[in-house]
C-alpha cells in the first residue's frame, strides 16, 4: 500500500525509518485503520467492536478535506521553560506544520534573553506569572501549552481559558478530580478546546497495541502487564504538594493509560501495594514505589508497577492464544514492538510535534482532539482511587 498523503505522515516527521518501504507501508495500514477519538468513545470487545470497522480515512486526511483552514499556524505560548518545554516542547515546535511557537511564559529573566534570541520570540509575546491575564489582548497566542508542576496545572488552564485561548495541559491533568472538573467547565464555559499532553496516542507502535488490543480475535485478555519507573528523581516531584503524589502521578500514569487504551476498556476496580522504601529521608511524603492492580470487566487483571527507584518501561498484552507487547513502551523515541509473530516496524515519529499538530487542526476544523479533558479527568479518578487502595489496602471500586 502506498503511504497516505496526510500531515501525519509528512517526511519531517520521520527521523529515520530502517526499512522504509515496509515501514511505511504498514504505518500507512496502520493510521487507515485507526480513527481514535478518546478512550470513551472506543468501542470495547464487550460490544463486538474493535478498530477493524471500516474507518478507513484517518483524521488528517478528514482534516484536509474539511478545508476550513483559518489561520495558516495558530501561535503556542508554553509555559513554565523546564525541562520538558526545553527538551521536548520548543524543538518539536520547529517540526510542526499547524502551529508554532509564538510566545513564552516564565518567571526567569534569563530564560526570557536565551528564549527570545533562541527562537526569534517578539518581546510583545513574552509574559511572567504575573501579568499572565494580559494574554487575552495578544491575537497572536491561540493555544496555551501549560507545562509546570502538576498542581499548577488546573490554575494555569482555567486562566488561559479565561483569557479566551484554547489549552494543552501536560500530564497529569491535575492532582484532584475537583480540579479536573473546575478546568473543563472553564473551557467549557469560554468554548475554547482543553486537550492533554498525551503524546503516545500519536506514537504508531502504541496506536498499534491500541490497535491489536481492540480487535475482535485479540479481545481475550488473560493478562496485561503495564510497568513505568525511573531509578531517580528531584526538585518538585519530591514535593507532595506540587506533585500531588510520588511517580504514580508522573510516570505511573502511563500504566493507567496503556491499559486503558490497550484494551479499549475501563477499570472497575483496583487493589495497591506501596513497595518498601529504601530511602526513607526522600520518601517520607510519597510512595517510592507501588504495584496495583487493575480488575477489568470478563475478569481479567493489568498488573501494574511504578517507582522512582528503578527503571522499568513494558506495556504487554497477554492473550488466550498470543501477546504483544511494546518495551519500552513509553519514551519519546526508540519504542520497539513484538508480538507472538515477530517484530512490530514503524517509522520513529516526533511525537510531540504530532500531539501538537493534531490539537491545532481539531482547533481549526471545529472537531473534538482524541485527547481530551475528560480523558485526563479518568486518569486523575483511577490514580485517586489507586491511592486510596495503598491507604487502606482494600479493594478499591472505580465509579
Ligand atoms: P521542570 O521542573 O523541568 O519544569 C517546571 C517549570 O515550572 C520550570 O520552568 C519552573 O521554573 C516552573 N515553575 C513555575 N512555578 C514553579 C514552582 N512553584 N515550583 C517549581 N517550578 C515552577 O519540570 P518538567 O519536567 O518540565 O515537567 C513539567 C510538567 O510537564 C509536569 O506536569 C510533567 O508531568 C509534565 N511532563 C510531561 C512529559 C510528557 O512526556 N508528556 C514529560 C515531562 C514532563
Redesign the pocket.
Known sequence: MKLQSNHILQPGYLFHSRRRFISEASFGLTFAALSISGLSALTSCADGGGQQKDNSTSQATQDQALGKMGKLKLGIALV??????EG?LAPALQETEHCYLAGIV???PEKTRKWKSQYNIPETNVYDYKNFDKIRDNPAIDIVYV????S??AEYTIRSAKAGKHVIC???MAITVEDCDRMIAACKEANRMLSI?Y?LHFDPYNKEMMRLGQQKEYCDFKKLIAENGMESTS??RLNKK?AGGGPLM?VGIYCVQGVRYTTGMEPIAVRAQEGPKKDLETFQELEESLSFQLEFPGNFIAECRTSYSEHMNLLRAEVSDGWFELSPAYEYSGIKGRTAQGNMEFPQVNQQALQMDDFAMAIQNNRPTPVPGEMGRQDVKILQAIYQAMRTGERVEIW
Open positions: 513554565g521553560l523546564g525541562n520538558y518545554s521536548q516564565t518567571g526567569s507545562v509546570l508542576p502538576n499548577m496545572h501536560e500530564k497529569p499532553g503524546r526538585g518538585w506540587l508522573d
